[in-house]
């Protein structure tokens, strides 16, 4: 695709309830990034993937939150139970290279909104 | 948990003038990233500077790195009401493969 794309664009659900969101990235993306973003905070990670493999997972808060990718392309993040304190924005981005560290700059999705009720 | 922290957290200048945002960090980095990001959308990638370097320039953008000092300015010069946004520092190191942001400068341009 053009972009970045994730759906939903926004998701309400009743604390207790489990979500998953989606992340299609970039056509041909080796790397694949969630961070979650607070109002008014820089984004702050949470895992990250190059090809199908995760390679970090030590954003995680804890281990209600999951994610895969399996195929090496769509990744869905996974939050079982949710709590309040899970709302936030969630976002995706993604890399034409695995050296994102290296300098390979990300491209990021318009995020999800998680609202926790 | 967030590497950069930026100064200032908000910033409001007129149009045509320079906007100074700083940067600095905490852990030894291969590289320093800014992002822009407007109005709750994605963050976009502006510039990069590697950690051997120590000025780089793209347009408008002049961004400075003293890893000595563990930090990093990006200068945007002309100010235009467009560059209105949040602006957010990107620390990359090959030890990790994380790439972690800072909190942000807001900047906000009178026309």
Known sequence: G????QSPRYKVTKRG?????RCDPISGHVSLYWYRQALGQGPEFLTYFNYEAQQDKSGLPNDRFS????EGSISTLTIQRTEQRDSAMYRCA???????????????????RLTVT | SQQGEEDP??????????????????????????????????LVHLI?????????????????LDTSKKSSSLLITASRAADTASYFCATGSSNTGK???GQGTTLQVKP
């Open chain 2, 99 to 101: 790439l972690i942001f």
């Open chain 1, 2 to 5: 053009a972009g970045v794309s």
């Open chain 2, 48 to 64: 990069l500077i590697r950690s051997n370097e120590r000025e780089k320039h793209s347009g408008r953008l002049r961004v400075t």
């Open chain 1, 94 to 112: 993604s890399s034409l290279s695995d050296r994102v560290a290296g300098g390979s700059p990300l491209h990021f999705g318009n995020g999800t």
């Open chain 1, 67 to 70: 994610a895969e990718r399996p």
């Open chain 2, 9 to 42: 957290q908000a910033l409001s200048i007129q149009e045509g003038e320079n906007a100074t945002m700083n940067c600095s960090y905490k852990t030894s980095i291969n590289n320093l990233q800014w992002y822009r990001q407007n109005s709750g959308r994605g």
């Open chain 1, 17 to 21: 309830q489990d979500v998953a969101l």
